[in-house]
């Protein structure tokens, strides 16, 4: 038969679509396929100790939410292309060809049905890292097309964003112009500044889109006396979400030249758990090599201030018991188990732990990019009930956290779950207690936000 | 050649076969780039590691292990009996006649190991969620090795079974890489890795944050 007629050569342009689709994923995953990948491939042996590691399947016990069932899809394909039993004899080894069914299902389980959150991993006797697994699967429905079209769409802006910083300037600096004031008055404070582009500061602070990112922070830096400027951009890096390397490095460079320019010592990140990992922990791997500033988190940089004397707090400004959430981004997998712990000691006066907390903190379920996924919200809060009975448990009114994300996902389940708690972010109590020392009121950042 | 001969040589093949197939595992996976992380640490990579394969084994180390602790133990137990079933093997080629302290301990553990592997098999075939988790090579691999262990125990109760242990022996040399029992090859990596992630980042292992 001619190359011409082959069946395969005249496939209807759907079937082709599909074909290109596999290809395309099967491509992205031989890319990722590293020593770390393989061992996590490899190890597990399905003994289903880490079912109820995860939040999913302690909120819903269906054996699909077991993660060794979840790496299992892709453990699936990667035996019938790297195994010889798989190829020989397919269903002894549980190996099978991947389709563009495969793909679609893989979808929800990469996208929705798992955080990144590792607390599996830091259970497994193994050590088996299926957020790695579940990563990798992320990247090959990213390359195949087939990643939630809002993740697409923000990396997308924020790339746009760093290539035309220039149209944005200007903008920017009258938002900021008015954000100084605002701090002013509530600082009383009128020496108060919220610099911009500032060569040779110690450090570039990086916010999120919203006020309520920048105004605390700049109280916190004014009261310290640090030198400091803002950051032009966001601190957010869906780029990581979507398990696309190109897109989180393109993400990761604009927060680098900018640090590069300004000749900063520090670059600090906002109460943001992912944007941490991007830039603290992956992005010198994506670039080949350390930075010539470092990169940490506001909390560390508070606690830093703390344990200087550098911040004077009033903790009677937040007198109800208080409770951590720990991000999984910035605690267990991050390393930040002590600093935010720190500040709250300082800042508050009633502070209470979660049972579990620090590494084997339960993920509330806001993590890996789902808040930002309006079609998966029902998933997103079932899985979070572990989180909430665990809020309830505590008999805290007040659950802080130093995340983003974190603080949105607790403040759904507060409402889903009607815990009647208040969500803040850590930096908040902070200024709350640094006003109260300087005789002022508290900050209120729903207005500011 | 006599029967004994014939069975050190299948058993010599089969161990043969055995580190082909792994010689093969390690050589695949060492072809793949490694992508060391180049962020700085806050703590200590080797740290991490020997709290890996420490401490961090230990049965109240993991909630999870806290959780299922009589699964863990019997786990634990099934794989101190397939070290002594290795060591049986060995000793049953080369030096069959123990003193009988160093005989009957011998015993003891190959029969605690094959009563935890098919202890693990029944929950394996009677748990739902366990059994929806397995593939047949699940069952198969844990069936073999139960069988060895068994065989082992027997063999060195009574020599007339000391062919059947040596055959069960060589199968399961030789099932090592076909099989989900390569898990003990890359357990020694991914309890590598797993060190050094968190201990680099502090998490594990003695931590000097920043």
Same mark, same amino acid.
Not at chain 1, 111 to 118: H, K, P, Q
Not at chain 2, 55 to 62: C, L
């Given at each position: 038969m001619s190359e011409a007629v082959r069946p395969e050569a005249v496939a209807p342009p759907a079937v082709a679509a599909s074909r290109e689709a596999v290809a395309t994923a099967r491509q992205a995953f031989e890319k990722a396929l590293d020593r770390r990948l393989i061992a996590a491939l490899e190890v597990c042996a399905r003994c289903g100790i880490c079912a109820e590691s995860c939040h999913y399947y302690m909120s819903t016990p269906d054996p699909a939410h077991v993660p060794a069932a979840r790496a299992e899809q892709v453990r699936a394909f990667y035996r019938r292309q790297h195994d010889p039993i798989g190829r020989l004899f397919p269903w002894l080894v549980g190996a099978k060809d991947l389709t563009e069914d495969d793909l679609d299902a893989l979808q929800e389980t990469a996208? #929705? +049905?798992?955080?990144?959150?590792?607390r599996c991993t830091i259970n497994c006797p193994f050590g088996v890292d299926t957020a790695l697994i579940m990563r990798a699967a992320r990247g090959m429905l990213t390359a195949a097309g087939k990643a939630p079209e809002m993740l697409v769409m923000l990396a997308d802006a924020a790339i746009a964003r760093g290539e035309n910083a220039d149209e944005f300037r200007e903008i920017y600096r009258e938002i900021v112009t008015e954000l100084e004031q605002e701090a002013q008055e509530r600082t009383g404070d009128p020496t108060l500044r919220i610099p911009l582009d500032k060569k040779n500061a110690d450090i570039l602070y990086v916010g999120l889109s919203g006020a309520h990112t920048i105004l605390p922070a700049a109280i916190i830096f004014h009261e310290a006396r640090a030198n400091w400027t803002l950051s032009m951009?966001? #601190? +957010?890096?869906y780029g990581l979400f979507l398990g696309d390397p190109a897109k989180a490095k393109a993400i990761a460079k604009r927060l680098i030249d900018e640090a590069v320019a300004l000749g900063v010592k520090d670059v600090v990140l906002t109460e943001c758990g992912h944007a941490y990992t991007a830039l603290r922990w992956e992005a010198p791997t994506w670039f080949g090599g350390e930075f010539p500033f470092r990169v940490r988190n506001i909390e560390e940089v508070i606690a830093e201030y703390i344990q200087e004397g550098r911040l004077d707090l009033d903790p009677s400004a937040n007198p109800e018991p208080i409770t951590y959430h720990d991000s999984c981004n910035l605690g267990r997998n991050g390393g930040l188990l002590e600093a935010p712990r720190i500040v709250l000691r300082a800042a508050v006066e009633d502070f209470r732990e979660l049972d579990p907390h620090g590494k084997e903190s339960v993920c509330c379920g806001g993590g890996g990019g789902l808040v930002a996924i309006p079609e998966w919200e029902e998933i997103r809060l079932r899985a979070g009930r572990k989180k909430a009975e665990q809020v309830r448990a505590a008999g805290a009114p007040v659950v802080a956290t130093s995340c983003e994300n974190c603080n949105l996902q607790l403040t759904d389940l507060n409402a889903r779950y009607k815990l009647g708690v208040k969500v803040v972010g850590l930096m908040e109590l902070v200024v709350n207690a640094l006003l109260k020392a300087k005789g002022r009121n508290a900050l209120a950042i729903a207005d500011a936000a | 050649m006599n029967a004994m001969e014939i069975e050190t040589w299948v058993v010599a093949a089969s161990a043969g076969v055995a580190a082909a197939g792994l010689w093969r595992h390690l050589s695949r996976t060492l072809a793949r780039p490694l992508r060391p992380e180049r962020a700085r640490p806050a703590g200590s990579p080797a740290a991490g590691v020997r709290y890996a394969f420490t401490?961090?084994?230990?049965?109240?180390?993991?909630e999870s292990t806290r959780i299922h602790l009589l699964a863990y133990l019997r786990g634990i137990v099934f794989h101190i009996g397939i070290g002594a079933g290795v060591l049986g093997l060995v000793l049953g080629l080369w030096a069959p006649a123990l003193p009988g302290g160093s005989r009957l301990l011998l015993i003891a553990v190959l029969a605690a190991g094959a009563l935890a592997g098919w202890g693990g098999l029944t929950a394996r075939v009677l748990e739902p969620g366990l059994r929806a988790l397995s593939t047949p090579d699940d069952f198969v691999s844990v069936a073999l090795v139960s069988l060895f262990l068994s065989a082992g125990a027997l063999a060195w109760w009574d020599a007339r079974w000391m062919g059947a242990f040596l055959l069960l022996g060589a199968a399961t040399l030789v099932a090592i890489p076909f099989t989900k029992i390569r898990h003990c090859f890359y357990y020694f990596f991914s309890r590598y890795f797993f060190g050094l992630f968190y201990g680099r980042r502090g998490v594990l292992g003695a931590a000097h944050h920043e």
């Open positions: 996208f #929705a +049905s798992c955080t990144l959150c590792r951009f966001e #601190a +957010s890096n | 401490t961090g084994m230990m049965p109240w180390a993991k």
